[in-house]
């Protein structure tokens, strides 16, 4: 790393690979310039289609809502630290939250992008024809007649303690990642503590704690000059439950306070992205009694007692929100796949191509000279 650099190289960018030694490759640019660069800092040919793949899907989901950073954020290929970091997000900019996911904290199953070299076969021991065999085993003696006598605990033995049990694993340390997508199209894994919902803070100060995962507008109210919008938002407390949130609330703005108040909340459910606004069908306000009429609104999904999956329809009435119905739901495929990556051979690795004449004149050089120390220090032991 202290190594003066050779080129800069962006993202995207095709290397062709030429050697390695420990954790470092050395590449070859389109320039023609070669280099050394860590192996953590490459994606092959496969990983840049997934991110592609990634990015088609992502500009086709629904954002749950628009975030900032604290500080400059690294995105990642992949939700884990240890996966290639392509772009940084700058402090204070915007970008929208799509998804998340929890991984737990070691470095993703990935196939290396050069492939291990073969181990040598051992060699085959010549067996010894001269070499005596083992004598047999002699055969185990007769159980005594009285041998399930023998066998029934005592009262000392009942009366001993039993082993204390052995002490349970730790639990496996997890991260909450956030897939975000940049006002430019850009889709990337960042950490979901490092980031910010960008509701106003006069709604984020009801949080309690809780970390806000979703968040809408559901329409505005004018209050003289200003206008005021309605605010859904979905939390979870601490932990990493297998859900998304466990509660949802409807923020309105009071014309007669001047401040938001709760206009509908419920809690303790297991809710799933993604959260969808729409214009729903409500009979109950209708203009004529059992005409439906189209209001905006939103639907969550949610598992029932039963276990089922349902998504729940809610329409806003004003300042009254309203059930509006159900129906089944069915949750999109996960955005990843942790399972998937452990497959063997999902990812080819990349061979590495016959080295330069000149390089292998050096290597076999520096060879011969290692060999010839160690045998004049030999020697001279002797």
Not at 13 to 25: A, C, G, P, S, Y
Not at 26 to 35: I, Q
Not at 142 to 148: G, V
Not at 177 to 199: C, E, F
Request: one cysteine or more.
């Amino acid at each position: 790393m202290q190594s003066p650099t050779a080129a800069t190289v962006k993202h995207g960018d095709r290397l062709e690979i030429l050697q390695q030694r420990r954790v470092f490759l050395r590449v070859r640019a389109a320039s023609g310039v070669e280099g050394w660069t860590s192996a953590s800092q490459l994606m092959s040919a496969a990983d840049m289609a997934e991110m592609k793949r990634l990015a088609e899907r992502a500009a086709k989901m629904p954002a749950q809502g628009e975030a900032t950073a604290y500080d400059s954020l690294n995105v990642h290929s992949q939700p884990s630290s240890h996966s290639p970091s392509f772009m940084q997000v700058k402090a204070k900019e915007k970008f929208a939250v799509l998804a998340h996911v929890v991984t737990p904290r070691t470095d993703l199953p990935h196939p290396p992008l050069v492939p291990p070299a073969p181990k040598k076969a051992p060699p085959v021991k010549k067996e010894d024809t001269a070499k005596i065999g083992m004598p047999p085993m002699p055969k185990a003696p007769p159980l005594p007649q009285n041998w399930q006598e023998l066998s029934r605990p005592t009262m000392e033995d009942e009366g001993t303690p039993s082993e204390e049990p052995e002490p349970a694993a730790p639990p496996a340390v997890e991260d909450d990642w956030s897939l975000i997508r940049t006002a430019g199209g850009q889709t990337g894994w960042a950490l979901t503590r490092r980031l910010s919902m960008a509701i106003p803070d006069e709604v984020a100060q009801y949080a309690e704690g809780r970390r806000i995962v979703t968040y809408f507008s559901l329409g505005e109210i004018e209050d003289g000059d200003a206008k005021k919008d309605v605010w859904l938002w979905t939390t979870v407390g601490d932990g990493h439950p297998p859900y998304d949130f466990d509660s949802f609330r409807v923020f309105i703005w009071s014309l007669h306070r001047h401040r938001y108040e709760t206009a509908y909340i419920e809690r303790n459910i297991q809710g799933f992205e993604p959260v969808l606004l729409d214009r729903i069908d409500y009979a109950g306000a209708g203009r004529t009694k059992g005409e439906p009429v189209k209001y905006p609104g939103f639907s969550i999904c949610l598992r029932k007692k039963d276990g089922t999956l349902a998504r729940r329809e809610y329409v806003l009435l004003t300042n009254i929100v309203r059930f509006a119905g159900e129906r089944s739901c069915e949750l999109p495929p996960p955005v990843f796949n942790l399972a998937a990556l452990a497959k063997p051979g999902s990812q080819p690795p990349v061979n590495l191509p016959p080295a330069a004449p000149e390089q292998a004149a050096q290597e076999h050089g520096f060879v011969q000279k290692l060999k010839g120390k160690l045998s004049r220090l030999l020697h001279r032991n002797k």
